[in-house]
């Protein structure tokens, strides 16, 4: 841990915000187990899945892509300057699949038997492989994040944890279950080609998901990283910088191309002209390619500005989030059919972003998170 990080108090200035949302989520969470879902969230039949599933668990699992990315970049293909940020990555990862889980617990009619998945298998469900993925992914994550919390409090176990023959597969592991879960999550909603609109329907969904995963993940983790060096008072890199940035926009022009390929070659370009979807679909695409050119030019040139990059990255955020919103109800939305979320939804979900801020900045505090130890070989 670093002396500035050292001299920091656990609790001060907007971490006090965090515990009030944090304390205003617990009651609602409360009211929301005593009345049922029903009563608290603007749910129905034609928006079974609103603002707790999109931000709360798609874009979630999503913005918490850093994790396996970094680690694969740090420990499978050998890249040393990303290993400052890579445990930043990891706890970001673990917290988020945490905070994911709590949001799934939420939104379920009957919350109590969401341990019933595991148990009772239904193989031919794509639902069952995302739990399956998500329980061991998170279990895995937590296992990478062993490391520095062992380190943090002095046991001699964590040399073992922060070696190289435990984080290599741990990290392969990692980007295994990614994959097959971030595109699960995108081949869930093939099952609804007469119900999403074909701007964005799809049998490139689940590589849509998967990529765009990896543009959130590497945004995250440059946002995170400006963040916390202006917080504990750290130096910051703009090699890592430049690095991420050229990472996510390369990763954003792929999927630019499969994306808007895929629509041009199945015929769909014309549906750009409806209002509504249309308009939504022009957003998003903006929101890949301008920070697209922002981030490539950041990444060739020499500047040395934070917030140039945090702007971007901020938009590459933004866009993923509209483009799991569209596709969760944003663009489903039938004839007659609304959706605004309930103020208990709002509340639990800022709720649960200012937990997953609380937990960072208290390990951050407490544990070895910046530091650049080396693993052994």
């Known amino acids: 841990m670093s002396a500035q990080e050292n001299k920091q108090a656990v609790l001060s200035g907007g971490a006090w915000l965090a515990v009030l949302l944090v304390a205003a989520m617990i009651g609602a969470a409360l009211y929301r187990l005593a009345v049922g879902l029903g009563a608290v969230t603007n749910l129905s039949d034609d928006v079974p899945w609103g603002l707790w599933i999109g931000v709360d668990v798609l874009a979630g699992v999503a913005l918490a892509a850093g994790g396996f ?5 740090v420990y499978i293909f050998n890249m040393k300057k990303y290993r400052p940020v890579a445990r930043a990555a990891v706890l970001t990862a673990f917290v988020g699949y945490v905070i994911v889980s709590i949001g799934i617990f939420f939104d379920i009619g009957k919350p109590f038997t969401l341990w019933h998945g595991l148990v009772m298998w239904q193989p031919h469900s794509i639902m069952f492989e995302v ?4 329980v061991i992914y998170t279990s895995v994550l937590a296992l990478e994040f062993a490391g520095p919390f062992l380190e943090g409090i002095g046991s001699g176990a964590a040399k073992t944890f922060t070696s190289k023959k435990v984080m290599i597969p ?3 592991a990692a980007v295994t279950l990614s994959f097959l879960h971030q595109s699960s999550l995108g081949a869930l909603f093939l099952l609804m080609p007469s119900k999403l609109n074909h701007l964005w329907w799809t049998t490139m969904l689940p590589y849509n998901f998967f990529i765009s995963a990896i543009a959130a993940g ?6 995170e990283y400006i963040i916390a060096s202006s917080v504990f008072k750290h130096d910051c890199n703009f090699d890592i910088l430049r690095g991420l940035a050229k990472g996510t926009a390369i990763t954003l022009l792929l999927y630019f191309l499969f994306r808007v390929g895929d629509i041009m070659i199945k015929g769909n370009l014309g549906l750009m002209a409806a209002a509504g979807t249309g308009t939504l679909f022009i957003i998003e695409m903006a929101l890949v390619l301008a920070p697209m050119i922002m981030l490539f030019f950041f990444s060739s040139g020499s500047e040395k500005r934070a917030g140039t990059v945090f702007i971007s990255q901020s938009l590459v955020l933004a866009g993923v989030i509209l483009n799991r919103l569209n596709i969760l109800f ?5 004839e007659g059919a609304t959706y605004t979320p309930s103020f208990i939804e709002i509340i639990i979900t800022l709720g649960l972003i200012a937990a997953i801020v609380l937990a960072y900045r208290i390990a951050a505090v407490k544990l070895p998170i910046a530091s650049s130890v080396q693993a052994d070989s």
């Open 69 to 73: 990315t970094i680690a694969a970049a």
């Open 131 to 134: 739990i399956v993925c998500v």
């Open 170 to 172: 741990l990290a392969i």
């Open 218 to 223: 590497l945004a995250m983790v440059s946002i």
């Open 330 to 334: 944003l663009v489903q939305l039938g």
